[in-house]
T-cell receptor
Framework: NAGVTQTPKFRVLKTGQSMTLLCAQD?????MYWYRQDPGMGLRLIHY???????AKGEVPDGYNVSRLKKQNFLLGLESAAPSQTSVYFC???????????????FGSGTQLSVL | RKEVEQDPGPFNVPEGATVAFNCTYS??????FFWYRQDCRKEPKLLMS???SGNEDGRFTAQLNRASQYISLLIRDSKLSDSATYLC?????????????FGDGTTLTVKP
């Protein structure tokens, strides 16, 4: 049971380049989330998904797209990276159908992204 | 005003001290509450849930006051290993989505 796995762990992009961050969970969780965390700040929700095939915007969705084609995977895409997107990105999952009141979040280890 | 606000900190305390963190939330429809711990450059990890009646886990005690929309975390007999950032998390739900809102965190440093 690996929990939540994020790839890659580090990435450096040039302005305008694109990339996709992959999040995978093996806990059969319904909900998955992408957050970003900037220095000295809390986590801000980018996008989230309440189930396979569904996505929704969070607090700071601009410049990002997501897809949840399979229940276990949640992809975060940057179509044209900007320096303002330099941050640490965390994926999280939570809430499985067997334990609907279990609202704890489990996080991946994070991706450090730098956009030059 | 932020949805979830925490004491800005930092808190610097000696080993063995008792320290308390506060958190307020603005959404009166919030339904569940948590404290997470985040070590430097690591992912947040759940420390404990917060229940209306208050709950304790070893040296850690969490309290919830729904009327005042206020959450607290008390750490007794601080250890060096308690040094971390503590995040207050509030969950709210609409018709079909769950959403966790994080506070900016309070940093604790426990010194020998």
């Amino acid at each position: 049971n690996a929990g939540v796995t994020q790839t890659p762990k580090f990435r450096v992009l040039k302005t305008g380049q694109s990339m996709t961050l992959l999040c995978a969970q093996d806990m059969n969780h319904e909900y998955m989330y992408w957050y970003r965390q900037d220095p000295g700040m809390g986590l801000r929700l980018i996008h989230y998904s309440v189930g396979e095939g569904t996505t929704a915007k969070g607090e700071v969705p601009d410049g990002y797209n997501v897809s949840r084609l399979k229940k276990q995977n949640f992809l975060l895409g940057l179509e044209s990276a900007a320096p303002s997107q330099t941050s640490v990105y965390f994926c999280a999952s939570g809430k499985d159908r067997d334990q609907p009141r279990n609202e704890k979040l489990f996080f991946g280890s994070g991706t450090q992204l730098s956009v030059l | 005003r932020k949805e979830v606000e925490q004491d800005p900190g930092p808190f610097n305390v000696p080993e063995g001290a008792t320290v308390a963190f506060n958190c307020t939330y603005s959404n009166s429809a919030s339904q569940s509450f948590f404290w997470y711990r985040q070590d430097c450059r690591k992912e947040p990890k759940l420390l404990m849930s917060v229940y209306s009646s208050g709950n304790e886990d070893g040296r850690f005690t969490a309290q919830l006051n729904r009327a005042s929309q206020y959450i607290s975390l008390l750490i007794r007999d601080s250890k060096l290993s308690d040094s971390a950032t503590y995040l207050c998390v509030v969950n709210s739900f609409n018709t079909n989505a769950g959403k966790s809102t994080f506070g900016d965190g309070t940093t604790l440093t426990v010194k020998p």
